[in-house]
């Protein structure tokens, strides 16, 4: 397979039908499909302001990860910003940095950068590489209440976006996600599978010519029974309720150039338990 054929498959062969989008995956010797419920790629963006070197040696780029951002046409009111903050970080006559109530608790807060000239950034912390545990994961930003018509409607982040946004009483239809930890990543990938009951799979294929930066995933189920989420034969999370990672998914898990299968399974059904899965990919081709 030449690089053009690997680059037009994406990270996934797919083929779009009206029930949903079928991935291709190979088994043995034999070719079988297995349906995604959800797959939405993104393209990520480098902010305008964040072009200049000297930029890179600001905060943004020691601190935050992934982030998504809006700039609007005019100047705006600082103390707007620190009024909708539930604590503020950090306040110059340039720009503000703050924790926005957004999230099941304050763990999934995001932060948020306001700059008078009409920048709105909202973001996650990047990952501390010396302690993974920590929460900086791409899976953090998933808000399954948002998961709706086999999509996902909106993030904690875009869900911050909006909400700064309202308090200046304007909208931000255009949302541009940008990772700082990774400049050089152009695209952001959402896979999502669920199941009532049982087994649920889908199969995912990553050429080898792609740089994938991030490996990252959210799961959840509606019973404290829990979920067990799995790639191919390695149990990446068994639990319950909400929970996402990262460092569980390596180079050697999610190997190149060779089909996996991607499991979520429900431990128990009764009257309507559900278990989700989303695997999330940043790369550039």
Known sequence: MDKRMKVGILLIAVLSVSSGLYLFSRNSDSRTNALADARQELSLGRPAFAQSMAFETSFLYREAGIAVYFNTTGPLNLNTAKNALINVENATDEYVIGSLQI????????????????????????????????????????????????KLQGTYLTEGLDYMATQYMISAPYKQYYHFE???????????????VGTSTFNIY????????????????TDWHGYIFQIDTNTISSSAYRNYGGPQITEEILSADMFHVVKITANFYVGGQNAYVCLLLLYST
């Open 182 to 196: 990774y400049p050089s990543a152009t695209k952001l990938l959402f896979v999502v599978k669920s199941t009532g």
């Open 103 to 150: 999230g099941p608790s304050s763990d999934d807060y995001p932060h948020c950068f306001v700059h008078r000239d009409g920048w709105i950034v909202v973001y996650y912390l990047k990952v501390n590489h010396a302690n993974e545990a920590t929460a900086g994961w791409l899976g953090k930003m998933i808000d399954w209440s948002k998961y709706q018509s086999s």
């Open 206 to 221: 990553v050429p080898g010519n792609l740089t994938v930066y991030e490996r990252s995933w959210s799961c959840t189920c």
